[in-house]
Structure formats: C-alpha cells, structure tokens
C-alpha cells in the first residue's frame, strides 16, 4: 500500500516518462565532447556501430549511425582510447541513456590537428605554399626516384601503375620509413641527398593513408623546409583522397593517391603507340602524293622539252606536209577520176545516138576535150607540186643552217659569237662558221658603220 501524500498532478505511463526524460536530455544538454575506452565494440551488417566508452568508474552506451561512420578514418576497436562529439538521448525501448555520435578520432588526434593547423598557417604566411615558388613538373621525365617504404602498397600501386602505362621509365625506389619517431629526419635526409645527387627528373614522395597520427611524419616543420629547399620538383601523394598533409601544401605538385601520382608523371604509352601510328600513317600517305605530283609534273615538263625540241617541230612541220601532199595527190586521182566517168559517159551516149556522119566531128571534139582534160589535170597537179616545193622551202627556211646555206657566215672570237666590231681589235684571231666547215681569220681593219640619218 502506497503511503499517502499529496495527489500526482498527472499519472504518467513508463513510455510517456521516457519520452519526457528523452526530451529533457535533448533540449538540455549541447553537443559534449568525451573521452573515454572502446569496449563491446560491434558493426553490423546496417553499418551503423554499437559500443560502451569507459573509463575507471563509469561508463556509457554509444550508437554512430552509417552516414556518419562511413567516412572515418580508421577502424576503432575494443581496447582503442578514442575522443567522441555526440548529442544525450535516451534510448526508450530500454530506459537507458546514450550518447548519439557525430564524429570518433582517436585519442590525442584533436592535439594532431591543432598542431597541424598552427604549422599550416605559419608556413602560409611564410609563403612556402605560393604557386609562384613551386618548380613545373617536367613533361619528359628520364628517371624518377620515389621515396617510400620498401614493403608498403603504396610502392606497389606506383609501380604497377608505371608498368602498364610506360615501363621505359627508370623509376629507383629510395626506402624511408613512413611513421615513427625517427621517420620525419630520415625522410628529411634522404630527400636532400636524392636531390643533391642531381640524378632524378623528379622526386616522389608517397605512402598509403592512415590515421593524422599515422601520417605525423609528413606533418614535420623542418622535412616540410626540406621539401621547400630542393632542386628537383617535388610531388607529394600522401594517404588517401581526403588525406592532406604538410607536405602536400609545400610539395611542387600534390597527387590524391600513389596511384595517381604514378598516372600524372607517366606517359599513356598505348595512346603514343596510336599516336607514332597514326603519325606514320599519314606520314607515308604525303609522301606518296607528293611523289605521285612529282612524277607528273616531271612527265608533263618531259612531254613539252619534246615537243619544243626544234627537231620535234621541224618533224612536225614535214609530217604536216606529207599530209598536205596527199591530200592534193587524192584530189587530183578524184578529179581524173571523175572526168573518166564523166567521158565514159560521153562515150557512151555518143556511141548510143551519133549518127555515122557526125561520127569524124564528135571524134575530134572528144579528142579535144580529152586533150582540155588532160591539160588541165596537169596543170592542177604542177599548181599542187609547186605548192608542196614552196613549203618545203619554207620549212628549210626556217632551219637554223639555212642562213649559211645562202652565203652568210657566223663570227666568233674564243668566246662568243660576234654582234658588233666594237670589241674587235687589229690582229685579233676569229673563227668564221661556214655552211660547209669553218675558217680561222685575223683582223687588219675595224671600220664601223656610219650612223643611220633618218629621213627629212
């Protein structure tokens, strides 16, 4: 029996108090950030994760939902010391309260990352991250040396990448280890002697991702200086995508991934062999045209040397004449030709209709006619050979030894032919070119011509 005290202003039931309690936590407590020890840790196949954080004298129930785990960077495990950032809520169906979380690191990162800050705004403001001091990466990169662990992916994944995109790369592995105490000067001094070697294009600096205090080693002030002070361009590929480091900031050129990096200073040799192919292609395909119009043009110049070759136009000029010829001589049989039927046709009707006693007259007019006939053949047939003999003499006319042919001679002294008396001395020895040979002559006189006066 319940003691007796003042009446309850409301009678609750158990999910009504948890539903007041839930918004009470809620609308009273902000974001708190806790520190604590992973245990019961369990992930389901939904992705969400389920786990207790402890310390000594108490702990509390925790739930990071999916769409928040899935994009931290390591995997927390029973054991793990980790730093958390949540909302209290009360889990109803329980009547126990948790904490809803937003963002897990491990424990210290939260230091990691301010020190991470602090040293990127003071090399910022120092300028070592201006475009205008980082060195172009060269475009043809004869050997490239990669610094990174020996027995780590990223090495493989640069390598493989290398083999399959242009295995004629010298690539040299510089092994440094990539985290710990010691890890950042022994970076640092490798860097500095590969880049005092003048021996590499470029130099690659590259592990695989990890948590901030994974990749500490690349977060230093002084390898960060280091990098800053090369020669040699310098490419960073550090972690994964959404990793950044100090290094990436003061490097030449950043890569998101080893692999990455391996695809950015690599030619893609089969789009080059495509290239060399399709160059060759076309290569060959203009010199055959341009032999092709060579050898006409040749062919065409060949073609009119021969045809403006005197002897092809003095030939051409006799072909043109023999042909004149024949056709006259054609015209001529076609003539006689016709004046036969003509006569035989005479004949005939004289030998079908004279009477005995004209037979004497009509035999003496065809006579007569026969003797026109004849005569007048003749006469076209000698109209015709003198035309032909005219055109043969045209035709010698224009010969180049028709003019010696007709009593004139070529002068020439030893080295030309002569046009004037004016560079013509007494005594001086000249050859005179004949129709038939040639004359050796020696001046006694120069007279030159009067002027011409032209006419009042």
């Given at each position: ?265 690599s030619p893609d040799g089969q789009a080059i062999g495509r290239r060399i192919d ?179």
């Amino acid at each position: 029996m319940f003691p007796k005290s003042e009446p309850a202003s409301r009678l609750l039931t158990p999910t009504q108090l948890n539903a007041l309690a839930r918004s009470l936590l809620e609308d009273s407590f902000p974001l708190v950030e806790v520190l604590g020890e992973i245990s019961n840790f369990a992930c389901p196949s939904s992705g969400h994760l389920y786990f207790t954080l402890k310390d000594r004298n108490a702990q509390v129930r925790c739930a990071m939902f999916r769409q928040r785990s899935q994009w931290m960077r390591f995997k927390p495990e029973n054991g793990q010391s980790v730093q958390v950032r949540g909302r209290l809520t009360l889990y109803e169906p329980r009547g126990d309260y948790q904490l809803v979380l937003e963002h897990m690191q491990p424990a210290g990162e939260g230091e990691l990352l301010r020190a991470f800050q602090a040293l990127k705004e003071k090399l910022q403001a120092e300028g070592l991250f201006d475009a205008e001091r980082k060195k172009p990466i060269p475009t043809q990169i004869k050997r490239l040396g990669v610094l990174s662990s020996a027995g780590g992916a990223a090495i493989h994944d640069v390598l493989s990448v290398l083999r399959r995109r242009w295995p004629l790369l010298q690539v040299e592995l510089l092994p440094i280890p990539v985290q710990g105490k010691d890890a950042p000067s022994q970076i640092g001094s490798m860097l500095t002697r590969a880049d005092e070697s003048q021996r590499y294009s470029v130099l690659l600096l590259t592990r695989g991702g990890g948590s901030l205090e994974d990749l500490a080693a690349f977060n230093d002030e002084r390898l960060a200086r280091t990098i800053a002070a090369c020669v040699t361009p310098v490419v960073s590929a550090v972690g994964h995508e959404i990793d950044f480091t100090i290094a990436d900031f003061v490097a030449d050129l950043r890569c998101p991934t080893p692999s990455a990096a391996a695809e950015t200073l690599s030619p893609d040799g089969q789009a080059i062999g495509r290239r060399i192919d399709e160059l060759g292609t076309r290569a060959a395909r203009s010199l055959r045209n341009r032999l092709q119009t060579a050898q006409q043009r040749l062919d065409h110049l060949q073609l009119r040397l021969r045809n403006q070759h005197p002897q092809a136009r003095l030939q051409l000029a006799l072909d043109r004449g023999r042909a004149l010829h024949a056709r006259i001589t054609k015209l001529g049989e076609q003539v006689i030709s016709r004046q036969q039927q003509h006569l035989n046709q005479l004949l005939a009707r004289l030998s079908a209709k004279a009477p005995g006693a004209q037979l004497g007259l009509q035999r003496r007019r065809v006579d007569l006619a026969l003797h026109t006939l004849q005569a007048q053949v003749r006469l076209q047939l000698q109209r015709a050979q003198r035309s032909t003999q005219a055109l043969g003499r045209t035709l010698h006319a224009v010969s180049p030894l028709a003019t010696l042919d007709r009593g004139y001679a070529i002068l020439a002294d030893s080295e030309r032919t002569l046009r004037s008396v004016a560079s013509i001395k007494v005594n001086d020895p000249l050859r005179a070119r004949l129709a038939d040979g040639e004359l050796g002559l020696r001046v006694t006189a120069v007279s030159p011509a009067p002027p011409h006066k032209m006419p009042n």
